[in-house]
């Protein structure tokens, strides 16, 4: 088995239902051969995983996982656009870090976004990317993911 899909269910991983949008956008738009996923939280089972700021509540380990989460995420939202089988490449990650201050490991964290698409996509994930320290995330979150995706025409 090879493909996306096989890779997912490889590292334990199956697609969610997507995240309804919490405020007034679309979870998705595809303009040409891109998509562009709206920032991703990360949610599971309609609930927000963790609260807080990194590097005080929630701690740099947990945030990798959580920007994982937000990683699938995005991956469910692409699923139900344009199927993960016509992606050709992650474009551009931005990753944002509900950070404490003092907080530097913005990059470490969003690793786990970054290293969860190359795991599913081998080199087709490797992306430019963004690691971006805020004071506040929607919700409280402590971790958002957003991404550019290129698709098959």
């Given amino acids: 088995m090879t493909g996306p899909y096989a890779r997912l269910a490889e590292l334990g991983h199956e697609l969610p239902e997507v995240v309804p949008p919490v405020a007034s956008y679309l979870p998705a738009v595809q303009s040409g051969q891109h998509v562009y996923i709206s920032g991703q939280l990360p949610m599971a089972e309609g609930k927000l995983l963790a609260t807080g700021k990194v590097g005080a509540d ?7 996982e959580l920007a994982q989460q937000c990683a699938l995420n995005a991956l469910a939202v692409i699923n139900s656009l344009v199927g993960l089988e016509n992606v050709v490449r992650i474009v551009k990650l931005t990753g944002f870090v509900a950070s404490a201050p003092g ?3 913005q990059p470490g964290v969003i690793n786990g976004a970054s290293d969860f698409f190359g795991a599913v996509f081998g080199e087709a994930g490797r992306h430019a990317r963004s690691a971006v320290g805020v004071a506040e995330l929607p919700l409280g ?3 958002e993911v957003e991404v550019i995706v290129e698709v098959t025409a």
């Fill in 58 to 64: 929630v701690s740099a380990d947990q945030a990798k």
């Fill in 141 to 143: 979150a402590p971790v």
């Fill in 103 to 105: 907080f530097t490991g």
